[in-house]
Every structure is written in C-alpha cells, then in structure tokens.
C-alpha cells in the first residue's frame, strides 16, 4: 500500500506561478513512477505529467512548456511547478503513482487549483 498526500493547492493569477507537492508514503520502495491528473467541473480526468524513478518525464500538450514536474526520489516526494497559468488550468489536481510489479495505480485525496483571470 502507498499513501499520498497532496499540498500547495489554492488561488492563482492568469499569468501566475503556484507549486504542488504530494509527499509519498507506506511501500514506497515499490513506487515505479508518480505523476499529476486533473478533473475539471463535468470533465473527465486528465493526465497532467508523469516522472519515473528515473527522471524520465511525460506532459500533457495542453501543458507542455508551462508545468514543469520533478521528483525526489530521497524525500519520495513529486512535485508541479505550475507556470503561466491559464483559467483553464482550474481543476482538482490528483497525485497518482504506480507501484510494484502489478503497476498498481493509487491516489492522493486531490487538491483544488482555481486560477482567476
């Protein structure tokens, strides 16, 4: 079992910068990758980013050049530096990881990123 627990979430500017972090814990020499999904207002969930253990990252088109995710592998804790944001960018935002040879997926409880333009 791993649990995440997210934090950074908030209020942010069209234009502005904020930084999420979702810190890992129970069986994390298990964890192959961690990574951020959001979930918009009557949307579905989307993938944000992705980082394997070994720094290997995966974007979503929308965000590519604005988010930029890291991992640290001592702390086994992910982060999401949120640039330039949009309005768009509004969603509940869900640390995911995927561990163990079954590539089982958990969850954090989800942080909300509201951004006001």
């Known amino acids: 079992q791993v649990q995440l627990v997210e934090s950074g979430g908030g209020l942010g500017q069209a234009g502005g910068s904020l930084r999420l972090s979702c810190a890992a814990s129970g069986s994390v020499s298990s964890i192959n990758s961690m990574g951020w999904y959001r979930q918009a207002p009557g949307k579905q969930r989307e993938l944000v980013a992705t980082?394997?253990?070994?720094?290997?990252?995966n974007y979503a088109d929308s965000v590519k050049g604005r988010f930029t995710i890291s991992i640290d592998n001592a702390k086994n804790t992910v982060y999401l530096q949120m640039n330039s944001l949009k309005p768009e960018d509004t969603a509940v935002y869900y640390c995911?990881?995927?561990?163990?040879?079954?590539?089982?997926?958990?969850w954090g409880q989800g942080t909300q990123v509201t951004v006001s333009s």
């Open positions: 995911t990881t995927l561990a163990g040879v079954t590539m089982t997926r958990y």
């Open positions: 980082v394997s253990r070994r720094g290997n990252t």
